[in-house]
Protein backbone atom coordinates (compact mmCIF):
# COMPACT_ATOMS: atom_id res chain seq x y z
CA UNK A 1 0.00 0.00 0.00
CA UNK A 2 1.17 3.45 -0.77
CA UNK A 3 0.37 7.06 -0.47
CA UNK A 4 1.99 8.64 -3.12
CA UNK A 5 0.46 12.05 -2.75
CA UNK A 6 1.32 14.66 -0.93
CA UNK A 7 -0.70 14.37 2.69
CA UNK A 8 0.24 18.17 3.42
CA UNK A 9 -3.66 19.16 2.90
CA UNK A 10 -4.48 16.82 5.76
CA UNK A 11 -2.71 18.97 7.92
CA UNK A 12 -3.19 22.31 6.99
CA UNK A 13 -5.09 23.66 9.91
CA UNK A 14 -8.90 24.42 9.57
CA UNK A 15 -10.57 27.90 10.09
CA UNK A 16 -14.56 28.02 10.23
CA UNK A 17 -16.60 30.90 12.35
CA UNK A 18 -16.32 29.01 15.39
CA UNK A 19 -14.11 26.16 15.03
CA UNK A 20 -10.67 26.28 14.36
CA UNK A 21 -8.41 22.94 14.19
CA UNK A 22 -4.81 22.43 13.55
CA UNK A 23 -5.77 20.04 10.85
CA UNK A 24 -7.92 18.24 8.77
CA UNK A 25 -8.10 14.68 10.86
CA UNK A 26 -11.29 14.17 13.26
CA UNK A 27 -11.93 10.46 14.85
CA UNK A 28 -15.05 9.58 14.46
CA UNK A 29 -17.52 9.19 16.88
CA UNK A 30 -17.32 4.70 17.83
CA UNK A 31 -19.22 3.26 20.39
CA UNK A 32 -16.68 1.18 22.54
CA UNK A 33 -18.83 0.13 26.00
CA UNK A 34 -16.27 0.53 28.11
CA UNK A 35 -17.72 2.57 30.61
CA UNK A 36 -19.41 0.59 33.28
CA UNK A 37 -22.49 2.38 34.28
CA UNK A 38 -21.40 4.81 32.01
CA UNK A 39 -18.80 6.13 33.65
CA UNK A 40 -16.05 6.63 32.06
CA UNK A 41 -12.85 6.04 33.64
CA UNK A 42 -9.27 6.56 33.14
CA UNK A 43 -8.87 3.41 30.25
CA UNK A 44 -10.95 5.92 28.32
CA UNK A 45 -9.25 9.12 29.28
CA UNK A 46 -6.05 7.49 28.21
CA UNK A 47 -7.67 6.29 24.79
CA UNK A 48 -8.26 9.69 23.83
CA UNK A 49 -5.65 11.50 24.56
CA UNK A 50 -3.49 9.05 22.58
CA UNK A 51 -5.23 10.02 19.69
CA UNK A 52 -5.21 13.85 20.80
CA UNK A 53 -1.17 13.33 21.00
CA UNK A 54 -1.02 11.95 17.74
CA UNK A 55 -2.04 14.32 15.45
CA UNK A 56 -6.01 13.81 15.62
CA UNK A 57 -7.22 17.67 15.02
CA UNK A 58 -10.64 16.94 16.24
CA UNK A 59 -12.19 14.07 18.58
CA UNK A 60 -15.72 13.42 18.23
CA UNK A 61 -16.40 11.11 21.28
CA UNK A 62 -18.14 8.02 21.49
CA UNK A 63 -21.97 7.91 21.46
CA UNK A 64 -23.01 9.32 25.19
CA UNK A 65 -26.39 9.08 25.97
CA UNK A 66 -28.68 12.15 27.61
CA UNK A 67 -30.73 11.77 30.70
CA UNK A 68 -33.70 10.05 29.71
CA UNK A 69 -34.54 6.48 31.03
CA UNK A 70 -34.51 5.26 27.09
CA UNK A 71 -31.60 6.37 26.21
CA UNK A 72 -29.14 3.90 25.99
CA UNK A 73 -29.45 0.21 24.55
CA UNK A 74 -26.30 -0.85 27.04
CA UNK A 75 -25.22 -0.70 30.36
CA UNK A 76 -21.47 0.49 29.58
CA UNK A 77 -22.43 3.09 27.38
CA UNK A 78 -21.30 6.20 28.44
CA UNK A 79 -23.63 8.79 30.38
CA UNK A 80 -23.54 12.30 29.78
CA UNK A 81 -25.48 13.25 32.83
CA UNK A 82 -24.91 12.53 36.21
CA UNK A 83 -21.95 14.11 38.10
CA UNK A 84 -19.69 10.86 38.25
CA UNK A 85 -20.32 10.62 34.00
CA UNK A 86 -19.37 14.26 33.69
CA UNK A 87 -16.24 14.03 35.98
CA UNK A 88 -15.28 11.20 33.94
CA UNK A 89 -15.82 13.28 31.05
CA UNK A 90 -14.06 16.07 32.15
CA UNK A 91 -11.19 14.61 32.67
CA UNK A 92 -10.73 13.00 29.34
CA UNK A 93 -11.33 16.92 28.10
CA UNK A 94 -8.85 17.78 29.89
CA UNK A 95 -6.69 15.27 28.98
CA UNK A 96 -7.39 15.85 25.64
CA UNK A 97 -6.64 19.89 26.07
CA UNK A 98 -2.96 18.99 27.84
CA UNK A 99 -2.10 17.13 25.10
CA UNK A 100 -3.17 20.18 22.37
CA UNK A 101 -6.49 18.59 21.23
CA UNK A 102 -9.98 19.30 20.19
CA UNK A 103 -12.97 17.24 21.50
CA UNK A 104 -16.77 17.17 21.53
CA UNK A 105 -18.94 14.40 22.81
CA UNK A 106 -21.33 13.11 20.37
CA UNK A 107 -24.93 13.51 22.53
CA UNK A 108 -27.38 10.45 21.49
CA UNK A 109 -30.39 8.67 22.21
CA UNK A 110 -30.90 5.22 20.64
CA UNK A 111 -35.41 5.60 20.00
CA UNK A 112 -36.92 2.08 19.39
CA UNK A 113 -33.04 0.64 17.92
CA UNK A 114 -33.03 -0.41 22.10
CA UNK A 115 -34.56 -3.82 22.36
CA UNK A 116 -37.14 -4.10 25.33
CA UNK A 117 -35.75 -5.05 28.30
CA UNK A 118 -32.08 -3.52 27.81
CA UNK A 119 -29.95 -2.61 30.63
CA UNK A 120 -29.75 -0.31 32.09
CA UNK A 121 -32.81 0.67 32.83
CA UNK A 122 -34.63 -3.02 31.44
CA UNK A 123 -38.04 -1.83 32.72
CA UNK A 124 -38.33 1.15 30.31
CA UNK A 125 -39.59 0.79 26.67
CA UNK A 126 -37.85 1.85 23.93
CA UNK A 127 -39.63 4.96 23.07
CA UNK A 128 -39.71 6.90 18.84
CA UNK A 129 -41.55 8.93 17.20
CA UNK A 130 -44.42 6.52 16.14
CA UNK A 131 -43.06 3.30 18.60
CA UNK A 132 -41.97 1.33 15.51
CA UNK A 133 -38.66 -0.05 14.96
CA UNK A 134 -36.95 0.58 11.72
CA UNK A 135 -38.58 -3.56 10.57
CA UNK A 136 -42.01 -1.76 11.44
CA UNK A 137 -42.40 -3.87 14.78
CA UNK A 138 -44.26 -1.49 17.41
CA UNK A 139 -42.19 -1.56 20.22
CA UNK A 140 -44.16 1.18 21.98
CA UNK A 141 -46.92 3.97 21.91
CA UNK A 142 -45.56 7.10 20.04
CA UNK A 143 -44.46 9.78 22.07
CA UNK A 144 -46.54 12.07 23.51
CA UNK A 145 -45.63 16.00 23.04
CA UNK A 146 -44.88 16.24 26.94
CA UNK A 147 -42.26 13.28 26.34
CA UNK A 148 -40.55 15.11 23.36
CA UNK A 149 -40.27 18.19 25.95
CA UNK A 150 -38.48 16.22 28.03
CA UNK A 151 -36.25 14.75 25.64
CA UNK A 152 -35.39 18.17 23.78
CA UNK A 153 -34.76 19.70 27.48
CA UNK A 154 -32.18 16.36 28.12
CA UNK A 155 -30.45 17.14 24.59
CA UNK A 156 -29.84 20.56 25.76
CA UNK A 157 -29.19 20.27 29.61
CA UNK A 158 -26.57 17.88 27.98
CA UNK A 159 -25.13 20.60 25.78
CA UNK A 160 -24.94 22.78 28.50
CA UNK A 161 -22.86 20.29 30.59
CA UNK A 162 -20.77 19.82 27.55
CA UNK A 163 -19.56 23.56 27.58
CA UNK A 164 -19.47 23.98 31.68
CA UNK A 165 -17.49 21.20 31.78
CA UNK A 166 -14.73 22.54 28.82
CA UNK A 167 -16.14 20.61 25.47
CA UNK A 168 -14.90 22.37 22.29
CA UNK A 169 -18.64 22.06 20.78
CA UNK A 170 -21.45 19.22 20.60
CA UNK A 171 -22.37 17.16 18.52
CA UNK A 172 -25.57 15.67 17.97
CA UNK A 173 -26.28 12.26 16.82
CA UNK A 174 -29.06 12.41 14.09
CA UNK A 175 -27.71 9.45 11.67
CA UNK A 176 -27.87 5.90 11.29
CA UNK A 177 -31.71 5.45 12.42
CA UNK A 178 -31.65 6.37 16.06
CA UNK A 179 -34.07 8.62 17.74
CA UNK A 180 -33.45 11.82 15.80
CA UNK A 181 -33.08 10.04 12.28
CA UNK A 182 -36.97 7.89 13.17
CA UNK A 183 -38.22 11.70 13.46
CA UNK A 184 -36.41 12.28 9.78
CA UNK A 185 -37.23 8.95 8.23
CA UNK A 186 -41.20 9.03 7.16
CA UNK A 187 -40.99 5.04 7.44
CA UNK A 188 -40.59 5.20 11.32
CA UNK A 189 -42.18 8.74 11.55
CA UNK A 190 -46.32 8.43 11.15
CA UNK A 191 -47.34 11.41 13.48
CA UNK A 192 -49.85 13.31 12.27
CA UNK A 193 -48.71 16.31 14.42
CA UNK A 194 -46.74 19.32 13.82
CA UNK A 195 -43.52 16.26 14.16
CA UNK A 196 -45.07 14.39 11.02
CA UNK A 197 -46.01 14.30 7.65
CA UNK A 198 -43.79 16.11 4.71
CA UNK A 199 -39.84 16.85 4.98
CA UNK A 200 -40.29 20.10 7.06
CA UNK A 201 -42.40 18.63 9.72
CA UNK A 202 -40.29 15.58 10.30
CA UNK A 203 -37.33 17.87 10.60
CA UNK A 204 -39.43 19.48 13.50
CA UNK A 205 -37.88 17.52 16.66
CA UNK A 206 -33.78 18.25 15.10
CA UNK A 207 -34.71 21.90 14.49
CA UNK A 208 -36.52 21.83 18.53
CA UNK A 209 -33.36 20.50 20.15
CA UNK A 210 -30.78 22.26 17.47
CA UNK A 211 -32.40 25.63 18.32
CA UNK A 212 -33.10 24.66 23.10
CA UNK A 213 -28.90 23.64 22.53
CA UNK A 214 -28.21 26.92 20.94
CA UNK A 215 -30.01 28.58 23.57
CA UNK A 216 -28.13 26.41 26.14
CA UNK A 217 -24.59 27.02 24.56
CA UNK A 218 -25.16 30.77 23.58
CA UNK A 219 -24.03 31.60 19.76
CA UNK A 220 -20.07 31.47 19.88
CA UNK A 221 -20.32 27.64 20.71
CA UNK A 222 -19.86 24.97 17.82
CA UNK A 223 -22.80 22.70 16.85
CA UNK A 224 -21.91 19.69 14.74
CA UNK A 225 -25.11 18.15 12.89
CA UNK A 226 -24.60 14.43 12.27
CA UNK A 227 -27.02 12.85 9.56
CA UNK A 228 -26.98 10.08 6.93
CA UNK A 229 -29.33 8.71 4.58
CA UNK A 230 -29.11 5.09 5.46
CA UNK A 231 -30.29 3.44 8.74
CA UNK A 232 -28.96 0.71 11.14
CA UNK A 233 -31.36 -2.15 9.79
CA UNK A 234 -31.99 -0.17 6.40
CA UNK A 235 -28.71 0.32 4.34
CA UNK A 236 -30.59 1.46 1.04
CA UNK A 237 -33.12 3.96 2.80
CA UNK A 238 -32.72 7.77 1.62
CA UNK A 239 -34.06 10.52 3.28
CA UNK A 240 -33.48 12.73 0.28
CA UNK A 241 -33.61 11.22 -3.18
CA UNK A 242 -32.45 14.36 -5.20
CA UNK A 243 -30.03 17.37 -4.42
CA UNK A 244 -33.25 19.38 -4.00
CA UNK A 245 -34.69 17.20 -1.51
CA UNK A 246 -31.86 17.43 0.19
CA UNK A 247 -31.37 21.18 0.02
CA UNK A 248 -35.09 21.39 1.70
CA UNK A 249 -33.41 18.89 4.44
CA UNK A 250 -30.57 20.57 5.55
CA UNK A 251 -32.25 24.31 5.86
CA UNK A 252 -34.53 24.17 8.93
CA UNK A 253 -31.25 22.53 10.11
CA UNK A 254 -28.86 25.46 9.37
CA UNK A 255 -31.71 28.22 10.17
CA UNK A 256 -32.02 26.26 13.68
CA UNK A 257 -28.42 26.91 13.86
CA UNK A 258 -26.16 23.79 12.81
CA UNK A 259 -22.57 25.11 12.29
CA UNK A 260 -21.07 22.06 10.83
CA UNK A 261 -22.58 18.93 8.82
CA UNK A 262 -21.06 15.24 9.49
CA UNK A 263 -22.16 13.37 6.78
CA UNK A 264 -22.00 9.54 7.59
CA UNK A 265 -21.75 7.14 4.60
CA UNK A 266 -19.61 4.02 4.75
CA UNK A 267 -17.88 4.87 1.21
CA UNK A 268 -16.74 8.39 1.27
CA UNK A 269 -15.78 8.13 -2.93
CA UNK A 270 -19.34 7.61 -3.46
CA UNK A 271 -21.29 10.04 -5.51
CA UNK A 272 -24.41 11.00 -3.53
CA UNK A 273 -26.38 11.87 -7.03
CA UNK A 274 -26.44 11.18 -10.56
CA UNK A 275 -24.48 13.16 -12.62
CA UNK A 276 -21.90 14.50 -10.26
CA UNK A 277 -19.08 13.16 -8.63
CA UNK A 278 -19.36 14.90 -5.00
CA UNK A 279 -20.67 12.79 -1.95
CA UNK A 280 -23.31 13.25 0.72
CA UNK A 281 -20.52 15.72 2.45
CA UNK A 282 -19.74 17.12 -0.92
CA UNK A 283 -23.14 18.14 -1.92
CA UNK A 284 -23.99 19.28 1.87
CA UNK A 285 -21.19 21.85 1.76
CA UNK A 286 -22.83 23.15 -1.72
CA UNK A 287 -25.77 23.18 -0.64
CA UNK A 288 -25.52 25.23 2.47
CA UNK A 289 -22.18 26.81 2.39
CA UNK A 290 -22.02 25.15 5.90
CA UNK A 291 -18.47 23.72 6.54
CA UNK A 292 -18.68 19.54 6.30
CA UNK A 293 -17.23 15.94 7.66
CA UNK A 294 -16.58 13.71 5.46
CA UNK A 295 -16.37 9.80 6.44
CA UNK A 296 -16.73 6.24 5.52
CA UNK A 297 -13.40 3.84 5.06
CA UNK A 298 -10.79 5.95 4.91
CA UNK A 299 -7.68 4.66 5.03
CA UNK A 300 -9.39 1.27 4.66
CA UNK A 301 -10.30 -1.42 1.86
CA UNK A 302 -14.24 -2.25 3.24
CA UNK A 303 -16.99 -0.54 5.04
CA UNK A 304 -17.91 -0.89 8.49
CA UNK A 305 -20.96 -2.50 8.56
CA UNK A 306 -19.64 -5.68 7.78
CA UNK A 307 -17.93 -5.88 11.11
CA UNK A 308 -21.19 -6.02 12.11
CA UNK A 309 -23.09 -8.49 9.98
CA UNK A 310 -19.99 -10.50 9.28
CA UNK A 311 -17.13 -10.12 11.90
CA UNK A 312 -14.83 -8.83 9.25
CA UNK A 313 -11.87 -6.60 9.24
CA UNK A 314 -10.32 -4.69 6.65
CA UNK A 315 -7.16 -4.17 5.44
CA UNK A 316 -4.91 -0.90 5.13
CA UNK A 317 -5.98 1.35 1.76
CA UNK A 318 -4.33 4.37 0.45
CA UNK A 319 -6.09 7.68 0.36
CA UNK A 320 -4.98 9.22 -2.78
CA UNK A 321 -8.37 9.62 -3.94
CA UNK A 322 -9.71 11.18 -0.53
CA UNK A 323 -6.58 13.80 -0.97
CA UNK A 324 -7.82 14.61 -4.40
CA UNK A 325 -11.32 15.21 -3.27
CA UNK A 326 -10.02 17.57 -0.01
CA UNK A 327 -8.06 19.54 -2.64
CA UNK A 328 -10.84 19.55 -4.75
CA UNK A 329 -12.46 21.66 -1.40
CA UNK A 330 -15.19 18.90 -1.56
CA UNK A 331 -15.38 18.79 1.98
CA UNK A 332 -13.68 20.46 4.97
CA UNK A 333 -12.69 17.76 7.72
CA UNK A 334 -12.12 14.27 7.13
CA UNK A 335 -13.75 11.79 10.04
CA UNK A 336 -11.73 8.27 10.39
CA UNK A 337 -13.34 5.64 12.40
CA UNK A 338 -12.05 1.96 12.63
CA UNK A 339 -8.12 2.77 11.13
CA UNK A 340 -8.10 5.18 14.46
CA UNK A 341 -9.94 2.56 16.84
CA UNK A 342 -7.26 0.25 15.66
CA UNK A 343 -4.28 2.23 15.83
CA UNK A 344 -3.85 5.63 18.23
CA UNK A 345 -0.81 6.69 15.98
CA UNK A 346 -2.99 6.50 12.84
CA UNK A 347 -2.38 10.28 11.63
CA UNK A 348 0.85 10.55 12.92
CA UNK A 349 1.57 7.61 10.55
CA UNK A 350 0.08 9.05 7.33
CA UNK A 351 2.14 12.44 8.20
CA UNK A 352 5.29 10.93 8.91
CA UNK A 353 4.76 8.48 5.43
CA UNK A 354 5.18 5.76 7.67
CA UNK A 355 2.63 3.45 5.87
CA UNK A 356 3.93 -0.08 6.16
CA UNK A 357 3.50 0.70 9.92
CA UNK A 358 -0.50 1.09 9.71
CA UNK A 359 -2.31 -1.11 11.64
CA UNK A 360 -5.08 -3.26 9.71
CA UNK A 361 -8.49 -3.37 10.96
CA UNK A 362 -9.89 -6.66 12.35
CA UNK A 363 -13.19 -7.21 14.71
CA UNK A 364 -10.80 -8.13 17.54
CA UNK A 365 -9.80 -4.59 18.24
CA UNK A 366 -12.96 -3.92 19.58
CA UNK A 367 -11.71 -6.13 22.95
CA UNK A 368 -9.43 -3.68 23.63
CA UNK A 369 -9.01 0.34 24.09
CA UNK A 370 -5.79 0.60 22.15
C1 LIG B 1 -17.24 -0.02 16.69
C2 LIG B 1 -17.99 1.12 16.06
C3 LIG B 1 -18.85 1.90 16.82
C4 LIG B 1 -19.54 2.98 16.23
N1 LIG B 1 -20.33 3.78 17.02
C5 LIG B 1 -20.85 4.91 16.51
C6 LIG B 1 -21.50 5.86 17.35
O1 LIG B 1 -21.57 5.73 18.58
N2 LIG B 1 -22.03 6.96 16.75
C7 LIG B 1 -21.96 7.18 15.41
O2 LIG B 1 -22.47 8.19 14.91
N3 LIG B 1 -21.33 6.31 14.60
C8 LIG B 1 -20.76 5.20 15.11
N4 LIG B 1 -20.04 4.36 14.30
C9 LIG B 1 -19.81 4.73 12.89
C10 LIG B 1 -18.49 5.50 12.74
O3 LIG B 1 -18.57 6.78 13.33
C11 LIG B 1 -18.10 5.69 11.28
O4 LIG B 1 -19.08 6.47 10.64
C12 LIG B 1 -17.95 4.36 10.54
O5 LIG B 1 -17.14 3.46 11.29
C13 LIG B 1 -17.33 4.56 9.17
O6 LIG B 1 -16.02 5.03 9.29
P1 LIG B 1 -14.76 4.03 9.02
O7 LIG B 1 -15.06 3.35 7.73
O8 LIG B 1 -13.59 4.95 8.99
O9 LIG B 1 -14.72 3.05 10.15
C14 LIG B 1 -19.37 3.26 14.86
C15 LIG B 1 -18.51 2.46 14.10
C16 LIG B 1 -17.81 1.42 14.68
C17 LIG B 1 -16.84 0.63 13.84
Same mark, same amino acid.
Given at each position: MKTSQSVQSLFKPFTSEKMNLSNRIVMAPMTRSFSPNGVPGQNVVDYYRRRAENEVGLIVTEGTVI?? *??? #??? *??????? $??? /? %?? $?????????????????? &? %??????????????? *?? /? %???? *?? $? =?? #????????? =??????? /???? !??? &??? #? +? !???? $?? @??????? /???? =?? +???????????? @???GGDMLARTQFAVEIIEACRRAVGPDFPIVFRFSQWKSGAYTAKLAETPDRLAQFLKPLVDAGVDVFHCSTRRFWEPEFEGSDLNLAGWTKKLTGKPTITVGSVGLDDEFMSLFTQGKGAQNANIDGLLEQLDRGEFDLVAVGRALLVDPAWASKIHDGKVDELVPFTSDALKTLY
Open positions: NH *PAS #AHG *PNVPHFY $GEE /A %LN $GWAKVVEAVHEAGGRIIP &Q %LWHVGTERKVGSLPN *PE /A %LPVG *PS $G =LT #ATGEKVSEP =LTEAEIS /AIID !AFA &QAA #A +D !AKRI $GF @DGIELHG /AHGY =LI +DQFFWEFTNRRT @DRY
